[in-house]
């Protein structure tokens, strides 16, 4: 699939993307170039395409179906090109299913709308080739520009901002960096949510995942990151996807967009692990996939080339192989969460309750395998410069001088790759209209799915505080702690939590006044 960007703006991101590989030649020298990992992300997407049922990952009860999850997997697919038709099936899916995702529709409460799950479908579209005005019966680029607060919201100006009937908002820098990376790839992106998002870096160069601290228990937000003080906690996760949002936005000519994503990528360095992975904030401050996939990513993206193989090789060796499979032999390609999970299924194999771990751990690590950035999934490999036409009858006056001081190392990102994700995080109170039977397939409405595959603070299905505050402003490393993961904690945690939300339903959850938000690329 050909994404849409218009050739000038391709042919400037991907010139961006180029500096960025100059800039890493000369931040380390003679380092071996990063290499993508095709084999075992070809082989990790494969595994994610096997999870799909008609075209959709399946959600925690029979008849629901996780959509962000399922956006996830199109992400994996477009970034390796593993499985074509499983592509396309996913992406003739989501288009009978955008309300599904994005709205109350299926609960009687029409007209709303999740700001990080449009700006994930819109990305969606982009990727797949797909015209984003007209993704089945919907404009998704109006719909996500219709999100962005004007000036008359004082400091949330430029906030993608969801749209619901009580007046909440969780809107998180996931969600916006989904939307930038949208807009920008899809026509012009407003200058406003460029700001907002660069206002969400602190100056030692990580982002906030929230647009306000946690320690007051207010949602206010409070300005840029610095203007938050000890409040702010800087995210990882957060921050991988803000700097690839960033690379798209300066291949768009936003000026300040290229020099807040190098930041970002030199605090991602200084933050990942001597054994290669990162972490995220709160519960997810512990070394996981889906952070490493990420951050890996990112850390390609902005040239950071020996911590990017340094990530790919952290997710390569918590890989299900043929060698080392046990009782995981079926499960061939799939990337465990952390050791814990890769120990418990080579001893006995996944169950159902892992099994949705394990689809949201895969589908991101497979990012820092393919070191594809979310500015150039899903467009055009670059082919070889032309060859100089040269008139026979001319001959040339002079020689060059000088040498070239240099040779180019790396390869360009010319493999589709990409990441996030969410359902509705403010879930609506009621009974929906319709019921949830049958395949993704059926005539809507669907009930929609809590989507937790964004939310570095949720548990595979279950809604978690958000991070913690606590660190400091320029702290160079994540803070937070916490052993629930954000792809799904110990399996009867998981299990028994899901469970329980099913059987509440969304009515407590929104009741509750948990927020959830649309990341997890």
């Known amino acids: 699939m050909v994404g849409v960007r218009p050739p000038v703006k391709l042919a400037a991101v991907l010139g961006v993307w180029s500096s960025f590989l100059a800039v890493g030649v000369l931040a380390l020298?003679?380092?071996?170039?990063?290499?993508?990992?095709?084999?075992?992300a070809a082989a990790a997407a494969r595994w994610q395409a096997g999870e799909l049922d008609d075209g959709a990952i399946p959600g925690f009860a029979p008849g629901m179906y996780d959509w962000g999850l399922t956006v996830d997997t199109l992400i994996a697919l477009e970034a390796t090109g593993a499985d074509e038709a499983a592509a396309d099936e996913v992406v003739g899916t989501l288009k009978a299913h955008v309300r599904d995702y994005n709205s109350f529709d299926a609960w009687g409460e029409p007209g709303q709308r999740v700001s990080g799950a449009t700006a994930k479908l819109l990305y969606a579209a982009?990727?797949?080739?797909?015209?984003?005005?007209?993704?089945?019966?919907?404009?998704?680029?109006?719909?996500?520009?219709?999100?962005?607060?004007?000036?008359?919201?004082?400091l949330e100006e430029g906030r993608v901002k969801d749209k619901v009937g009580d007046g909440s908002d969780s809107s998180n820098t996931f969600g916006q960096s989904l939307a930038v990376l949208g807009l920008a790839r899809s026509g012009d992106v407003p200058r406003s949510a460029v700001d907002f998002l660069m206002d969400q870096q602190c100056a030692a160069g990580g982002f906030r995942l929230y647009p306000y601290g946690f320690s007051s228990g207010g949602t206010e937000v409070t300005g840029d990151c610095?203007?938050?003080?000890?409040?702010?906690?800087?995210?990882?996760d957060s921050t991988a996807m803000a700097v690839q949002a960033l690379l798209a936005a300066a291949g768009d000519g936003v000026p300040g967009a290229a020099e807040a994503a190098r930041k970002g990528g030199d605090w991602l360095a200084e933050a990942q692990h001597d054994d290669g992975s990162?972490?995220?904030?709160?519960?997810?401050?512990?070394?996981?996939?889906?952070?490493?996939?990420?951050?890996?990513?990112?850390?390609?993206?902005?040239?950071?080339?020996?911590?990017?193989?340094?990530?790919?090789d952290w997710i390569e060796a918590r890989r299900i192989t043929a060698a080392d499979a046990g009782a995981a032999s079926a499960e061939v390609g799939a990337v465990a969460y952390n050791d814990d999970a890769l120990t418990e299924a080579r001893a006995g194999g996944i169950g159902e309750f892992q099994r949705d771990q394990w689809r949201r751990s895969t589908a991101q690590a497979v990012l820092a395998l393919a070191q594809v950035p979310l500015a150039e999934i899903g467009l055009p490999a670059p082919g070889p410069d032309p060859e100089p036409t040269v008139d026979p009858s001319v001959t040339p006056t002079g020689t060059p001088s000088g040498t070239p001081s240099g040779t180019p190392s790396g390869t360009p990102g010319n493999t589709p790759s990409g990441t996030p994700?969410?359902?509705?995080?403010?879930?609506?109170?009621?009974?929906?209209?319709?019921t949830a039977g049958g395949g993704p397939g059926a005539t809507p409405p669907v009930a929609p799915v809590i989507d937790t595959s964004d939310d570095p603070s949720s548990s595979g299905g279950s809604a978690v505080p958000p991070p913690s505050a606590g660190a400091a402003a320029n702290a160079a490393t994540p803070q937070g702690g916490g052993l629930l993961a954000a792809t799904g904690g110990g399996t009867l945690?998981?299990?028994?939590?899901?469970?329980?939300?099913?059987?509440?339903?969304?009515?407590?959850?929104?009741?509750?006044?948990r927020r959830r938000g649309e990341t997890s690329a």
């Open 278 to 312: 990162l972490t995220g904030s709160g519960p997810t401050a512990l070394p996981n996939a889906n952070s490493t996939g990420l951050g890996g990513q990112a850390l390609a993206a902005t040239g950071h080339r020996a911590e990017a193989d340094k990530a790919a």
């Open 421 to 434: 994700t969410g359902t509705p995080s403010n879930t609506p109170s009621g009974t929906p209209s319709g």
């Open 226 to 236: 610095d203007a938050e003080g000890g409040a702010a906690v800087l995210d990882p």
């Open 126 to 154: 982009v990727i797949s080739g797909e015209d984003p005005t007209a993704f089945g019966a919907y404009d998704l680029r109006r719909e996500t520009l219709d999100l962005v607060a004007g000036p008359e919201k004082g």
């Open 29 to 40: 020298g003679s380092g071996a170039a990063a290499a993508p990992r095709q084999d075992p």
């Open 493 to 513: 945690l998981l299990g028994g939590t899901s469970a329980a939300l099913v059987a509440a339903g969304f009515a407590v959850a929104r009741a509750a006044g």
